[in-house]
């Protein structure tokens, strides 16, 4: 079966440092999507990445999907306290949501 | 206006005890999904429904039992609650309906807490 892994488990950082979260594949997605969660909240779908190499922004946030399409990361620039929570990459076999398969997730603290 | 809406927040029960959680979508997705979340965050798929079949039932003790009455709910039941029962309880809806590169909109979470 599909082996996802997302790392680090646990980030802390100061405001205004910058983030990484990687989430790696053994074998070849057909897509990926990130999610975050807010402490105490539900996770909220953030972006899709679909083709091989792609890379989009979404203000502070940019996300890149591997050219072998088998990983993907999340970065945020400049980081800020409303950017604690934890992350989720969901990588999917095919197109359908049946088929996302979620990593363990990268909390992220930031410290004031 | 809560797109998924789950009821209750919180569950707090002795073990042994029957509950039920209820989720209702006014998105008018044809899917909807139970994941539970562990301790460590953990989110692993339970159970999906199309349109009010069972798609998916991933390895799940048969003291959970999932029922959709129609598309737009899915309530979770779980007889005699064991300590490891105890986590966040989330529903979520798609689109489904083979839509392509569709996303996940989840619930609020429910809570349980098994002592």
């Given amino acids: 079966g599909q082996q996802v892994m997302q790392i680090p488990q646990y980030q802390h950082v100061q405001e205004g440092e910058d983030f990484t979260t990687y989430c790696n594949s053994s074998t070849t997605l057909s897509n990926i999507q990130w999610y975050k969660q807010r402490p105490g909240g539900h996770p909220v779908f953030l972006i899709q990445l679909v083709k091989s190499g792609e890379v989009k922004?979404?203000?502070?946030?940019?996300?890149?999907?591997?050219?072998?399409?088998?990983?993907?990361?999340?970065?945020?620039?400049?980081?800020?306290?409303?950017?604690?929570?934890?992350?989720?990459?969901?990588?999917?076999?095919?197109?359908?949501?049946?088929?996302?398969?979620f990593g363990s997730g990268t909390q992220l603290t930031v410290l004031p | 206006d809560t797109a998924v809406s789950?009821?209750?927040?919180?569950?707090?029960?002795?073990?042994?005890?029957?509950?039920?959680?209820?989720?209702?979508?006014?998105?008018?997705?044809?899917t909807m999904y139970w994941y539970k979340q562990d301790s460590k965050k953990f989110l692993k798929i339970m159970f999906s429904y199309n349109n009010k079949e069972l798609i998916i039932n991933e390895t799940?003790?048969?003291?959970?039992?999932?029922?959709?009455?129609?598309?737009?709910?899915?309530?979770?039941?779980?007889?005699?609650?064991?300590?490891?029962?105890?986590?966040?309880?989330?529903?979520?809806?798609?689109?489904g309906g083979g839509v392509l590169n569709e996303k996940l909109f989840f619930g609020s979470g429910t809570q349980l807490s098994v002592l």
């Avoid at chain 2, 789950?6 to 044809?30: A, R, W």
Wanted: hydrophobic share 25%; proline share 5%.
């Fill in chain 2, 60 to 95: 799940v003790p048969n003291r959970f039992s999932p029922k959709s009455p129609d598309k737009a709910h899915l309530n979770l039941h779980i007889n005699s609650l064991e300590l490891g029962d105890s986590a966040v309880y989330f529903c979520a809806s798609s689109h």
């Fill in chain 1, 57 to 101: 922004k979404q203000k502070r946030l940019t996300f890149q999907f591997g050219e072998a399409k088998k990983n993907s990361s999340l970065h945020i620039t400049a980081t800020q306290t409303t950017d604690v929570g934890t992350y989720f990459c969901a990588p999917s076999r095919g197109g359908s949501a049946r088929q996302l398969t």
């Fill in chain 2, 6 to 30: 789950q009821t209750p927040k919180y569950l707090v029960t002795q073990m042994g005890n029957d509950k039920s959680i209820k989720c209702e979508q006014n998105l008018g997705h044809d």
